[in-house]
Structure formats: structure tokens, C-alpha cells
């Protein structure tokens, strides 16, 4: 009987992708550069690789619909709840704090399996997945991945968090749609997110620009996503402009003082940590108060409205799936006279 193959060495791949860095480019896609979905030579078996900009490719060979998966990092999880194949996912990292419908009614069919730095391996050899789908955040792979391919278990990175557009990474649907056999039903769904959300940036692109400062201080310092960031797309996108943000994708750091003098010229204040109220937002810092946005109208925003008791925000989960969604938000948001839609993932601060 075929089965899934996994190469449990990374491939060093010919491609060439932008930035100049040897890695899978994206060919056919319309939006992801980092990963191929093709057929082996011989027509039978459908063939993913994903590879980051640093050259090395990781590549899976299906033969026949995987019926169990570990997803070690939730964004995944919605894909597989699109397509209705929530079912195959039997263990995940992080479990109390999934929102995704689907994979919630499982119950105990679904196992938590730890995290990057403290996976339960015993749990992941236990449920003998086909496939453990991982991700990676910084510049290696995480030792885990490492230990776990040591011990048989077959590992496939994701790098979908390595795309900057909002439309890349929803993009990777497809990948993880054909894992599972329903990549026809991902193309359709993919297609129409691409829609909906190019029909939204198409109506504010000759829009009066609105000025958005954006987070809080965390672990102090308060950090501004970059002009080529995912966030900083999904900005531009709705029709507005992030304060202080520097050129490249990196975030980079102000102070306290200079978001003071930054909120002189904001509409908006985007993403204040966790909070869900303008006077918890007030009492985080002695200095917030004198921002001059807080005393505009509608002007203090969150993504928590989707969030659940351990702490989970479905923002970064099904949102990641549905950028459609979370630029209406941003366009209902920045453009109230433009768009009357209800949110799905923002409140108000009020």
C-alpha cells in the first residue's frame, strides 16, 4: 500500500526566489512565494514543498489522504475546519486556547501535545500521526522538530508566517487542503477570500488616508510594525498608514514619549495589548491619558472581540485563514462613511 513519504533531510532547492536567496518561489500561486504544490513524474502523487528564503526545502510526497495530523501551531487548524476535515486533526499545541468550531465539538478526540519548548512527546508517538505539521519563528528549525524526526515521527514545516501579504498566507490553505484530499474545495474557497478582499482595497484606494497608531508597550518596549509587514498590508490595504513605521518588514521600537508626540497626529490607536475598554486602557500608563487620540470619537480599537477565556484570540486563528474578514474590520473601522458591515473580530474601546 502508497503512504505519505516525508524526507526526513531538508532538499536544498535550485529555485531563486526575489530577494536573490536560493528557495521555492512560488510558481503558479497567486500570492504565497514559498511554496509548490505540483505532481510527481509520474502523475500519481501529489507533490508539496515550502521552503524559507534561506535556501532550505522541506517536501512531501501524498500518495493518499493522511487520517491523522498534529498541528503544533493553530493557524493551521482552520484550513483543515474549511474544508471539513477537522476530523483528521488528533492532537494540538495549545489546545484550551483553539476557537475554531470544528475541532472544539471533537472533545477528547483531540489531545494537547505541549509546546515548542516543552512538547509532550510521548503524547505525539502515542497518537502516530502521519504527519506533525510545525512552524518556525525564528532563524532554525526548533530543536523540537529535530528530536522529533530523530524518533520516526514525520515533520513538515510551514512557513506561512514568513509571507508578508495577508492573501499569501490564507493562501496556504491549499497545502494543508491537499494534505488532507480537498484541494479542489481549497481553490474555491481560497478564490473567493481573494475576492472579497481586493473588492474592499479597491474601494478606498482614492480615499483621504487615515493616520493609525498602533499596540502598546510590551514587555517595555512598545513596537512599530514595518512598512513591508503583514499588518502594515493589511493597513494600507483598508486605506490607512502606520505611524512611525520604517522601511522592511521588521518591527522596529519607540518610546512611551514618542507615541505621545505620534498620537498628535493619529485618527485611530489600533491593538492596545489585550485590553477591551478605553478606561483599561487609560489606567496602563500614566502618559496615555495625554494622548491626544483618545479624545476623538470612535477612535480606540481592538482585535480581542473573538477572544476566549484561557486567552486565545481567534484574530490570530481564523483570521489568519480569513484576511477578507479582518480588512472589512479595518475598512468598517477607518471608513465608517464607506462601509456599514457588522465586525467580526474588532470592538470598540468605549
Not at 49 to 63: E, F, Q, V
Not at 100 to 109: E, I, S, V
Not at 171 to 197: Q, W
Not at 303 to 308: D, E, G, M, Q
Request: charged share 20%; net charge negative.
Amino acid at each position: 500500500m502508497r503512504r505519505l513519504i516525508i524526507p526526513l533531510l531538508l532538499i536544498i532547492c535550485s529555485c531563486t526566489a526575489r530577494n536573490g536567496s536560493e528557495a521555492v518561489t512560488g510558481e503558479g500561486n497567486a500570492y504565497a512565494e514559498l511554496f509548490e504544490i505540483s505532481k510527481t513524474a509520474d502523475g500519481d502523487d501529489m507533490l508539496i514543498s515550502i521552503s524559507p528564503a534561506d535556501g532550505s526545502r522541506d517536501t512531501l510526497i501524498i500518495s493518499q489522504p493522511v487520517t491523522k495530523v498534529v498541528c503544533m501551531s493553530s493557524t493551521h487548524v482552520p484550513a483543515f475546519d474549511a474544508v471539513g476535515a477537522d476530523s483528521l486533526i488528533r492532537g494540538v499545541s495549545g489546545l484550551r486556547y483553539i476557537s475554531t468550531p470544528g475541532l472544539l465539538q471533537l472533545g477528547d478526540k483531540v489531545s494537547e501535545v505541549g509546546y515548542d519548548e516543552l512538547p509532550d512527546y510521548e503524547k505525539i508517538i502515542s497518537i502516530n500521526p502521519d504527519v506533525v505539521l510545525a512552524s518556525q519563528t525564528g532563524a532554525s528549525v526548533p530543536a523540537y522538530v529535530t528530536k522529533l524526526r530523530s524518533l520516526g515521527v514525520r515533520v513538515f514545516m510551514i512557513y506561512d508566517n514568513f509571507e508578508n501579504h495577508p492573501l499569501a498566507r490564507a493562501e496556504y490553505i491549499r497545502p494543508l487542503a491537499c494534505i488532507a484530499g480537498h484541494l479542489d474545495k481549497a481553490d474555491s474557497l481560497f478564490n473567493g477570500i481573494c475576492g472579497r478582499y481586493n473588492a474592499i482595497a479597491a474601494k478606498v484606494i482614492d480615499v483621504p488616508v487615515k493616520k493609525v497608531l498602533m499596540n502598546t508597550p510590551y514587555a517595555d518596549q512598545w513596537f512599530i510594525p514595518g512598512k513591508d509587514s503583514y499588518m502594515a498590508r493589511f493597513i494600507q490595504d483598508a486605506g490607512g498608514e502606520i505611524l512611525g513605521s520604517k522601511e522592511g518588514r521588521e518591527s522596529s521600537v519607540i518610546s512611551v514619549e514618542q507615541a505621545l508626540t505620534l498620537s498628535s497626529q493619529a485618527d485611530f490607536w489600533l491593538h492596545p495589548g489585550t485590553l477591551r475598554s478605553k478606561d483599561a486602557l487609560l489606567r496602563e500608563h500614566p502618559l496615555f491619558a495625554s494622548f491626544a487620540v483618545t479624545d476623538k470619537p470612535h477612535s480606540l480599537w481592538n482585535n480581542t472581540l473573538r477572544s476566549n477565556e484561557a486567552g486565545g484570540n481567534d484574530f490570530w486563528e481564523g483570521g489568519a485563514m480569513h484576511p477578507d474578514l479582518v480588512l472589512k474590520d479595518l475598512a468598517v473601522i477607518l471608513h465608517p462613511e464607506l462601509f456599514k458591515e457588522e465586525l467580526t473580530y474588532y470592538l470598540e474601546l468605549e
